[in-house]
């Protein structure tokens, strides 16, 4: 299963975009990347999820290399609600989502 | 809300006693998946159900098991607990046996105390 690495924390002022970035490297052709992010203790939340074109949906948009080897996730204009944990994760045949540290974004007013 | 059900939201018990977590998928969905939250070990894939039948098997200890009903539900089964499984469990489903375009969608979890 390819591995993501993302930034642990980031800020971000209200009203401004927040781009949280993710290097996945090892992404193989058939691998899609994907977003969650979890608020507090409560489930994680689907975002967003691309392949190799750019992806845009009423949450994010999601920017892909060309390479594939690095994503970012753009929340145009972040809300004090958009504080959360960001998980970028590679999703592989087998299927299961691999979480790692994620990024814990701080929306600040 | 993502159409995901768990039951219950909390449960506090003793060591050494049994658990069952309930989970019921989103409607259609045919894919439940379970996961673990502890604090030192993150969030992490337990195991998968298609359809009534194991799929997939991640870090389950021997003493958890899991099943699902030709209802779809599913029960996470949790025995001779310790301290350490203490933590949130959370279910997802999908439409799917799942892949490399299968969304997950998870449900609020389960918070579970092992005192």
């Known amino acids: 299963d390819a591995k993501t690495t993302q930034p642990p924390s980031m800020d971000c002022a209200e009203g401004r975009a927040a781009n949280l970035p993710c290097n996945h490297s090892?992404?193989?052709?058939?691998?899609?990347v994907y977003w969650y992010r979890q608020i507090h203790s409560q489930g994680p939340q689907y975002i967003i999820h691309?392949?190799?074109n750019n992806e845009t949906n009423e949450m994010a948009s999601l920017i892909i290399t060309e390479d594939r080897k690095s994503s970012t996730l753009i929340l145009p204009h972040a809300t004090l609600r958009d504080t959360a944990v960001y998980y970028c994760i590679v999703l592989s045949n087998t299927g299961k989502l691999i979480f790692g540290q994620g990024t814990t974004l701080q929306v600040k007013p | 809300d993502s159409g995901v059900t768990q039951t219950p939201k909390h449960l506090i018990t003793a060591t050494g006693q049994r658990v069952t977590l309930r989970c019921s998928p989103r409607?259609?969905?045919?894919?439940v998946y379970w996961y673990q939250q502890s604090l030192d070990q993150g969030l992490q894939f337990l195991i998968q159900y298609y359809n009534g039948e194991e799929r997939a098997k991640g870090n389950i200890l021997e003493r958890f098991s899991a099943q699902q009903f030709p209802d779809l539900h599913s029960e996470l089964n949790l025995s001779s607990l310790e301290l350490g499984d203490s933590a949130l469990y959370f279910c997802?489903?999908?439409?799917?046996?799942?892949?490399?375009?299968?969304?997950?969608?998870f449900g609020p979890g389960t918070r579970l105390l092992v005192l």
């Open positions: 090892t992404i193989s052709g058939n691998e899609y």
């Open positions: 691309g392949l190799k």
């Open positions: 997802a489903s999908s439409v799917t046996s799942g892949g490399t375009l299968e969304t997950q969608y």
């Open positions: 409607s259609g969905d045919l894919s």
